[in-house]
């Protein structure tokens, strides 16, 4: 299992953080889906081997944390939050929107594996929603027409 | 990323700093950083803790509980090493206020931690971040790595003989880690599953050592406290209520944002005032004044000072801050299903009156606003609900259950407006539109 120089260099120092070397675990997990796509069964080996812990122990944090998962999705994640503060600023209608224009549900990928679709709970954008996460950017204060402005720009992405 | 608001009443302490550059670490020293962590430095600890504990600061994160009082309860001798851990979990719904210190203060939150290790003697403090806010952990990272860079953090603070090492630490998505006792646990690298209590973290925390965890918030208000006095800052707020607070103003308003006012402001010209009123001719219907926990108010409520005391003498809480406004287009039965929702998806199932309560509730609520409630049901939801309270091993099942109450017990009339297969009277025409599942 081979990660990039940089999870390398973040993996040792971050083991310097704490007493024991499971409590790098959570954060790690993280970068590592975020660099492989997801927690395959050889990532889980991997990150177990390394913390000293079984690859039992490894899943059971996993299955806890709702950012984490052991199936790819796509390359842009749309998490459009539903919680109250969006709700109430028409954040249902949004996920509706999404679901319309990206024609999959709530956890679904597109075909072309460019965009994964997700109902999630409060991101911390209350004061600016409706709001959306694409991985880690967030897009606030939307409508349906910006939403449909923040998928084309992904798509742009891609082709450049 | 997050826009700035202002209004001619607020008083900015903890927001300062907002808009100023300050995650630069030069220019958050030109803005007076790093000099009450000198200050303190000065101090016997015992002197910081009285300090805090004058200035009437009380914890951000919601439950209110004096910062000074929390710092004392850590022994003074320790076999273990001492720990002081920042909650940076920000995940109740309607909460957005950290998400903006650490964006544009970084460095006060370090500095508060340090103020907090040379109070209780720990020579370690993490900052936990939630998984989310990934551009904050890197804006944090380098803050950090710029404190070591000045010889701030690491052997020997600013020539004085004391060792502190400050690090950063990141969830990956779970609201009930925002939980002290399961902040701890998701630190250790586990699941964020509660611990009992006694033994508090003041005595038994991290790795067993004892552990101080304040809200980012809390701790970004202490070098204010230490530079500017305990007095000054606790005549900002009410008594027993000192300083300002970050309101994060969301929901039907025609100005949502965070605004920094004092303790003590009050809730209706929050309100009309600060948040400019509702908007389209509406008008108010319901409040919900300290994130999706608390119990809602109504517009006969509104009239109350929002501080500690004032909120739970109203019969709510002051919470996180989060100050979610309905106007009479929400529908309450579907309000308390998408709050109850939240936390029967937050339940980590650890303990069963939390489990099968927010389940049971969600399942109700569900059919209830589907049109097949029976009118057991409505009693039944305040059953389910009261039988949580207090009974769950962490907050969690309280946090699900006092909304809960409140919506039942305030908006009664409108869960008898559901019954008997009547439609939702606020569903919109055309919005029930076929949508992929």
């Known amino acids: ?160 | 990323m997050a826009s700035l608001v202002s209004h001619p009443d607020e008083v900015r302490v903890i927001s300062k700093r907002f808009g100023q550059g300050a995650t630069n670490i030069d220019r958050y020293l030109e803005l007076d950083g790093y000099k009450a962590v000198q200050k303190a430095l000065a101090m016997q600890p015992d002197a910081i803790i009285n300090e805090v504990k004058n200035s009437g600061l009380r914890g951000r994160g919601g439950a209110g509980f004096s910062t000074g009082m929390k710092w004392s309860f850590v022994p003074k001798q320790s076999a273990k090493p001492k720990y002081v851990l920042c909650n940076g979990d920000e995940s109740e719904p309607g909460t957005c206020k950290d998400r903006l210190i650490f964006e544009h203060d970084p460095h006060t939150v370090i500095e508060g931690a340090m103020i907090a290790a040379l109070a209780v003697g720990s020579h370690t403090a993490y900052i936990y971040i939630r998984g989310e806010y990934r551009y904050l952990s890197v804006i944090m990272q380098k803050a950090i790595k710029d404190a070591y860079a000045k010889g701030f953090l690491g052997k020997n603070i600013f020539g004085s003989g004391y060792d502190l090492d400050i690090y950063w630490h990141g969830g990956a998505g779970a609201y009930e880690v925002g939980e002290e006792s399961a902040l701890m646990e998701s630190l250790e690298g586990k699941r964020g599953i509660p611990r009992i209590r006694p033994p508090f973290p003041a005595i038994v925390g991290l790795w067993g050592g004892p552990t101080v965890i304040n809200n980012a918030e809390t701790l970004a208000a202490v070098p204010h406290i230490i530079l500017g006095g305990a007095d000054w800052y606790a005549k900002l707020g009410t008594p027993k209520n000192g300083g300002t607070r970050l309101f994060c103003l969301s929901g039907n308003l025609n100005k949502p944002g965070v605004y920094e006012l004092p303790m003590g402001y009050n809730l209706q010209k929050m309100i009309y005032e600060v948040g400019g009123g509702i908007p389209n001719g509406r008008s108010l219907k319901a409040v919900v004044p300290g994130g999706s926990s608390t119990p809602v108010l109504l517009p006969e409520e509104i009239d109350v000072p929002m501080d500690f005391d004032s909120l739970a003498k109203a019969g709510t809480m002051l919470g996180s801050g989060g100050v979610v406004v309905l106007d009479d287009t929400i529908c309450i039965v579907k309000f308390a299903l998408r709050t109850i929702k939240f936390y029967q998806h937050e339940s980590c199932g650890w303990c069963i009156p939390c489990r099968e309560g927010t389940d049971w509730l969600k399942k109700t609520l569900t059919r209830f606003h589907a049109g097949a409630g029976l009118k057991k049901d409505i009693d039944n939801i305040y059953y389910l609900a009261e039988n949580m309270l207090g009974k769950t091993f962490c907050p969690l099942g309280d946090a699900a259950a006092m909304p809960t109450m409140a919506f039942v017990k305030k908006f009664r009339k409108e869960f008898e407006d559901h019954l008997e297969g009547k439609p939702c009277p606020f569903e919109k025409a055309g919005a029930a539109e076929p949508v992929m599942a």
């Open chain 1, 1 to 160: 299992m081979k990660f990039s120089d940089e999870f390398e260099a973040r993996f040792t120092e971050m083991l310097t953080h704490y007493p024991t070397r499971r409590s790098a675990l959570v954060p790690t997990l993280l970068y590592a889906q975020d660099e492989v796509g997801s927690l395959s069964d050889e990532v889980i080996e991997e990150l177990a081997r390394r913390l000293d812990l079984t690859e039992l122990e490894v899943r059971n944090v996993i299955s806890y944390y709702s950012m984490l998962t052991t199936k790819p999705r796509g390359k842009y994640n749309v998490q459009v939050c539903t919680n109250i503060a969006c709700m109430l600023r028409g954040g249902e209608e949004l996920l509706d929107h999404c679901k319309k224009k990206l024609g999959v549900g709530h956890k679904g990928t597109t075909q072309d594996g460019l965009f994964s679709l997700e109902e999630v709970e409060c991101i911390g954008a209350c004061s600016w929603a409706p709001a959306v996460q694409v991985n880690y950017d967030f897009h606030e204060n939307l409508t349906k027409e910006k939403m449909d402005q923040v998928l084309d720009e992904y798509k742009k992405k891609l082709n450049h």
